[in-house]
C-alpha cells in the first residue's frame, strides 16, 4: 500500500485534457509545498515535471501544471498528444523518519 | 551536462550483502544532496535514503534503516549505497537521483538492477 493514493488509471483522447489526482494527509501533501510530480515512459527513468506544487522545470512544456487543495494535490496535463502514454507519480515530504513518499503511480493511456 | 552511471548491480543470495555506486558528472557534486530511489519489478517508486550535500547529515526509509548505509567520496564524485542483510524484497532497480532541495529529484541514472534470490 503505497504513501500517497493515486487512480490506477486515467485516459483521455488527443486534444483533450486530463487529471491526475495525488491524496494524501496534513503530514505530507496537506502540510508542505513540497509535491512533485514525475513521468516514467516504459524502461526509462523518471522525469520531473512539477517541483513544489506548481513549478516547472526548465524544458517541461506548459502543458503540464500541478495544483493543490487540502490534502489533494493535482496534476494537469492539456492538449493531450500520443507522448504523454507514461506512468504519472506524485511525491511528498513527509515529516517523519520516512522522508520522502511517493504514490503508487498512474497509467496514462491516450486513446 | 548533468550524468549519473550507476553500477554494481547484480544477483545475490538472501542474507547477502551488495554495494552499488552512481558516478556524477556535469555538476559541483558537493553542491547537491543525493538520493536513492529504487522500483521493484512492475511495481511504483520507493525512495530508499538520501545524504546531504557534505555528507554529514543521512535519511532512510524505515524498510532499509539498519541495513544500508548511503555514503557519498566528494573527491570521486561518487555516491554509493551498501546494502546487507538483503531480502527478496529489495530487489528491484535502484536509481541514483540528485536533489536541489532534499524532497523532490531533478536528475536521474539509468538505474541498476539488484536482484536477491536463492
Known amino acids: 500500500q503505497s504513501a500517497l493514493t493515486q487512480p490506477a488509471s486515467v485516459s483521455g483522447s488527443p486534444g483533450q485534457s486530463i487529471t491526475i489526482s495525488c491524496t494524501g494527509t496534513s503530514s505530507d501533501v496537506g502540510g508542505y509545498k513540497y509535491v512533485s510530480w514525475y513521468q516514467q515512459h516504459p524502461g526509462k527513468a523518471p522525469k520531473l515535471l512539477i517541483y513544489?506544487?506548481?513549478n516547472r522545470p526548465s524544458g517541461i512544456s506548459n502543458r503540464f501544471s500541478g495544483s493543490k487543495s487540502g490534502n489533494t494535490a493535482s496534476l494537469t496535463i492539456s492538449g493531450l498528444q500520443a507522448e504523454d502514454e507514461a506512468d504519472y507519480y506524485c511525491?511528498?515530504?513527509?515529516?517523519?523518519?520516512?522522508?520522502?513518499?511517493f504514490g503508487g503511480g498512474t497509467k496514462l493511456t491516450v486513446l | 551536462e548533468v550524468q549519473l552511471l550507476e553500477s554494481g548491480g547484480g544477483l545475490v543470495q538472501p542474507g547477502g550483502s551488495l554495494r552499488i555506486s552512481c558516478a556524477a558528472s556535469?555538476?559541483?557534486?558537493?553542491?547537491?544532496?543525493m538520493n536513492w530511489v529504487r522500483q521493484a519489478p512492475g511495481k511504483g517508486l520507493e525512495w530508499v535514503s538520501a545524504i546531504s550535500g557534505s555528507g554529514i547529515s543521512t535519511y532512510y526509509a524505515d524498510s532499509v534503516k539498519g541495513r544500508f548505509t548511503i555514503s557519498r567520496d566528494l573527491s570521486r564524485n561518487t555516491l554509493y549505497l551498501q546494502m546487507n542483510s538483503l531480502k527478496a524484497e529489495d530487489t528491484a532497480v535502484y536509481y541514483c537521483?540528485?536533489?536541489?532541495?532534499?524532497?523532490?529529484?531533478?536528475?536521474w541514472g539509468q538505474g541498476t538492477l539488484v536482484a536477491v534470490s536463492p
Open positions: 511525491s511528498s515530504y513527509r515529516s517523519s523518519s520516512t522522508h520522502v513518499v
Open positions: 513544489d506544487v506548481t
Open positions: 556535469g555538476f559541483t557534486f558537493s553542491n547537491f544532496a
Open positions: 537521483a540528485r536533489a536541489p532541495i532534499l524532497y523532490y529529484f531533478d536528475s
